[in-house]
């Protein structure tokens, strides 16, 4: 149990030429962890629930309220600390911790890793006031990460690359703390929490600005952490994006199943939205930048693909939820259930947002003069999936088009990684080597895209109006054809005229090196 107990900050050593703290092994750290999260799970999972099973709910008002109190003046106290660190060195640390630095940076981590640690209490007054429908999935492992990730962070790998992520984090907690002490006052403090929905919102924006702090902290610094470590940040607050997005959307975005829509209105309208769209992208915009310059817009643009990356990956969570539930060729009939319909209209929500969203990309190609960029093919693909995302939406919803979004989102997770690695610049173009594999990527989900609506238009007890059906293969066998002609335009005759050229080039030379040049004799 030495190993439990071991002090936080000891065993110094000094060296002529460094300072340095001795942290704890990798194997050290784990079995830390394991202590630690395993009594929190034993305790908030079975020994309290157990416990309480036959007892009252405790009131604990009192005690809440200090404890958010305490909460929240402890993290506004690490937001000034982060606060005065970046001013002091930058929000992009390119430094080095090294001896007396290293003491201050350790130093200042210690009351974040103790934070991670004190909010393991949240979890253990929802027990004791049976608050179970608090205990969820989400807040059990969000705690458990963020305790790995402050101990790693602290007594494996201490380093100022998460000073941004501390910042960011317990500001949060501030404004989530104040919330929760409100709350703990009673009913007639509730018109003081009227912007608890907005709480969620603000986490969703924190996870986007933390993943692009870490990426560019990770690029930038002339000493990185290890790679495992960086990307196991990266995918834990990437989980924590789609795990709050699909709680918000559950929450607050109740969508209310859509009535009296015909298929002449529905096109109507996404006509209009279509219309506006082609205006904006081929008119309005060309002719405000004639004579401008093309906007950079870079932090934009990384935000805008940041939010596309996650975006994406929530909807791929959402629907490869949906498929294990209930398979790849669902057959049942939201028509015939308004349950099972309200619950297709729920995720069909987003993909319906997705792609209107998506139309920002012509905007900003425009904004940027790419007009190489703005092609018959984009033009038509992005008009064709809002009319889709229209019919499928607001005239007809169900879970017919499940696999289809899956793929069409999963794609998007890597084609919009591809457009942010873009935007970091040139000296970043070694990591998209696979840029040509991407438009391969959308052709294979073409296929199997048309090969399950196939059959699941034949298996299903309830088909697609055959209108609605053909229309949807028919797209779908369009995109697979002009993606095709892309793809051979750009890549494999390109090549071709690269090998031809060579060939040409070689035999120049070797003519030159016989005293032969284009089937002449050299002259002397």
């Not at 202590?35 to 079975?46: D, H, Q, S, T």
């Not at 317990?170 to 929905?197: C, D, E, N, Q, T």
């Not at 080597?433 to 052709?443: D, E, G, M, R, V």
Request: charged residues 15%.
């Amino acid at each position: 149990m030495d190993l439990i107990y071991k002090p936080f900050i000891e065993n110094t050593k000094e060296s002529i030429e460094d300072y340095s703290f001795e942290t704890w092994t990798l194997q050290e750290t784990v079995v830390y962890l394991v202590f630690v999260i395993g009594a929190y799970l034993a305790l908030v999972l079975k020994i309290l629930p157990d416990y309480m099973k036959k007892r009252r709910p405790y009131t604990l008002k009192g005690l809440l309220i200090c404890y958010n109190a305490f909460q929240v003046f402890y993290s506004a106290y690490l937001v000034i600390l982060y606060t005065s660190y970046i001013i002091k060195h930058g929000i992009i640390c390119t430094s080095c911790p090294r001896g007396e630095l290293l003491r201050e940076v350790t130093r200042d981590i210690f009351p974040y890793f103790l934070a991670k640690q004190i909010d393991l209490l949240d979890t253990i007054f929802f027990v004791l006031r049976k608050k179970d429908n608090q205990v969820t999935f989400l807040h059990v492992y969000h705690h458990c990460i963020m305790v790995t990730w402050a101990t790693l962070y602290y007594l494996h790998k201490p380093s100022d690359h998460f000073v941004g992520v501390g910042l960011m984090n317990s500001f949060v907690h501030v404004i989530m703390y104040a919330y929760y002490g409100l709350s703990a006052m009673g009913p007639r403090f509730a018109k003081f929490v009227w912007w608890k929905k907005h709480l969620t919102k603000v986490q969703l924006i924190q996870f986007i600005l933390v993943i692009s702090n870490l990426h560019y902290q990770q690029k930038l610094t002339p000493c990185p952490i290890p790679a495992a470590f960086h990307y196991f940040c990266v995918l834990s607050i990437g989980s924590f994006f789609i795990l709050f997005m699909k709680f918000y959307l559950k929450s607050y975005i109740k969508r209310s199943i859509p009535k009296n829509w015909t298929a002449l209105r529905t096109i109507g309208a996404a006509a209009v939205v279509i219309a506006i769209y082609l205006l904006v992208v081929l008119k309005l915009i060309p002719g405000i930048m004639m004579k401008r310059k093309p906007y950079q817009m870079k932090p934009l643009l990384l935000f805008y693909n940041a939010f596309q990356v996650y975006y994406s990956g929530y909807m791929v969570y959402i629907y490869a939820d949906y498929v294990w539930n209930f398979g790849i060729f669902p057959f049942r009939c939201p028509q015939n259930n308004p349950d099972i319909i309200g619950t297709a209209v729920n995720n069909i929500y987003p993909y319906f947002v997705a792609k209107h969203l998506d139309l920002l990309d012509t905007v900003f190609f425009r904004l940027r003069k790419k007009d190489n960029q703005v092609t018959f093919l984009h033009l038509y693909h992005h008009s064709i999936m809002v009319l889709w995302g229209w019919l499928y939406y607001m005239f007809l919803p169900t879970d017919h088009f499940v696999i289809t979004g899956l793929l069409n989102s999963f794609v998007h997770v890597v084609m919009y990684s591809y457009y942010g690695i873009t935007c970091l610049g040139p000296r970043f173009a070694k990591y998209v080597w696979w840029k040509k594999h991407l438009t391969k990527i959308q052709l294979v989900q073409f296929v199997l895209a048309v090969t399950n609506l196939y059959y699941q238009q034949k298996w299903t007890p309830c088909p697609l109006p055959v209108a609605f059906h053909y229309f949807a293969l028919g797209t779908l066998l369009s995109f697979f054809i002009l993606f095709l002609n892309f793809y051979f335009k750009s890549y494999k005759l390109r090549k071709d005229l690269e090998n031809n050229q060579r060939d040409v080039d070689n035999k120049a030379k070797m003519g030159n090196m016989n005293g032969i040049k284009s089937g002449c004799i050299k002259s002397n």
